[in-house]
């Protein structure tokens, strides 16, 4: 009796480190997206996109607060704040590519990468001015409770989550593969001065590629924020770091890769912490990211970047 | 230029607190007040408004730069010098906190600056250094009681040493993956020494770390002194600044130094022309990281209590902010850009929270309006058409 139910507990903790994993992955996989589209198209480590998702993890929670107590229910307040946060996180990250990437852009790669490091601290810092340094928490009557599959427990949360991912990433995937909008995109990453010579405003692509990546982080954001209950305004670095080094992983500019990047991160992470060490979780998607750029730095589906120029 | 301050000021101040405007709009406000009056001053200049009072500035400028062309560089180097030692003696205690601050700080930032502006390396993670050089001289002082000047080399070749291993997977990268994997491996050291209980006591730190001791006259005789005061702490680090200061400025006339150049401006001309340019590269992290070190080593004497709370992603931003403001590659104005980021903020020190919030967005900046840095670096090569 008692062997078999010492396996039992075997399985049951690696399913639920299977559950937590696809869930932790899927986030990683959205800001993951919006790290890899950019430097696909303009080869540059947008560091302040960590601080996207943060604000849009504030925008929620400041949305969402608003709704719940105006006595809304919460899957309506979850959807109205998150179109209204995507929206509102894509107009900022289209302002910051306008202000501050678009006039460099002729500059060399140094430049760009300070500057986006500026950035990075910069809105960090803002969120914290504006919002103060302590965690701001979600409403305590959102999404509650959860059923059992094999052992493992599947917290609604963690349905909605994985849910809302999937649909987003399919969405991306049917828009980047499958419209007109999309083949420019992928064109504009692929060879841009070629592209503008056929007639795609290049700029215009820029920008949109910047927001679609923002909204994708910004929804990561509200549901991070949702998942653990509350919001800080330095969330965004660690997970911005992780989340490229998914994006790497999985061959940078290649969207495809960041999702399959984002999921195996955000497994390897959740494994990891449970098995091997939790202080030290961090840690492994540094490494992985080390060891990913010395070993292939192409990613393991391949890279996707303009290389035509030097 | 203009819809775009309009599309990004109000976007950025609408984070209210449960919907009210009050604290962040207040903020807000502020920095557009502020930035709009950057801005109407930049445009006015564009116009020529100022024009009557630039060209007599233009002309007096000149004429000092002529008068002061005349004096030779050796005497205004004497000078300053002379007022850094004069400094504790008319100042009061604050100041000379500011100025060990700020000494540490140039030592950091001309290790930086070997890295980043001499080789072309943009380290996000030397902080990593400045934290391999302090936990050494903690760790060897509190468990072997061995003096702060025998340690001091000690804790340069610990960090040499992480400055290998650090820069070793890096050779074969890419500018902006090196950055990253720099900043990776800064919070992997940040993030060991916090969890390492048995080694580095974590998140409580270590205490009790002896001060550099010296043999000086005391009651008539030599005897053995513990350098306590912040007075004594400023010449120390006095000493350690005007070393680092003499050394990488010979590394920048040196042949190793013209390596780096000639490294950091094209890598595979470099490799054609016989530079080692994978040993040159290890050589610029390892020398760079040997003055952090230092730095931090002697940041572990003075503090007298190490912990992983100093050693943070934006310590490393804030060094690189000094070096990217003063100039890369120069060594006045990694100097100047000390002095620019922490004794300027010393002086506005009712807007301490805005501090790195200024940083960042200055850095952005000038990045658009100033690349080069404030007091930018001559280039040690001659290029051949510059030559004739």
Redesign the interface.
Known sequence: MAPAFHKAQHVEVFLQQLVNGITLGGVYALVALGYTMV?GII???NFAHGEIFA?GG??GV?LI??MV?QGYPPFVCLGVALVLAMG?CA??AM??E???YK??RS?S???????A????????????????VYDRAYPGEMVQGGFEIGGAVVSYMQVVIVGITVALLVGLNALVFKTRVGKAMRATAQDKTMSALVGINASRIISLTFAIGAALACAAGIMVGMYYGSVRYDMG??LG?KA??AA?LGGIGNITGAMLGGLIIGMIEVFAAGYISS??K??FA??I??GV??FM?TGIMGENVDDTRV | MLW?YV??WP?????????EFA??TA??AKVAVVSAILLALWQLKGRGVFDFASRPAQALSQALGKATGRVATWIWLVLVFAGAVVFPLVTERYAHDVAISVLVYICLGLGLNVVVGMA?L?D?GYIAFYGVGAYTYALLSVHFGLSFWLCLPIAGAFSACAGCIIGY?TLR?????L???T???G??VR??L??WMSLTHGPNGILGIKPPGAYWWQDGHIEHIWLGSLEQFYYVILGLAVCTIVAVHRLNHSRIGRAFEAVREDQTAAELMGVNTLGIKLLAYSLGAIFGGLAGAFFAARMRFVSPESFT??ES?MV??MV?LGGMGSIPGVILGALALIALPEIFRGFE??R??V??????????FR?KGLWPAKRMGVRSEERD
Do not use: C
């Not at chain 1, 790669?109 to 500057?115: D, G, H, P």
């Open positions: 430097y080869q540059l480590i604000a504030y925008m400041i607060s608003w107590a509102y107009l900022l302002a910051v306008k202000l501050v006039p460099l500059s790669r140094l430049s760009v990468l300070l500057s490091l500026g950035m990075s601290i910069f809105l960090q810092n803002g969120l914290m001015l504006t919002q103060g670095f660690v770091v490229f080094s790497v202080e030290y961090d840690v540094f490494i990211l080390i750029l010395y730095p | 775009l599309l990004l976007l950025l101040g609408i984070k209210p607190e449960g919907l604290a962040s903020i807000w072309g943009l996000l997977p990268m890419r500018g902006d993956y950055a990253i994997v900043l990776g491996f919070e992997i993030i060991v916090n969890n992603f934006i931003a690189l902010a990217v929270l805005y790195m919030f940083f960042g967005g200055v850095m952005a900046m000038m990045m658009l690349p």
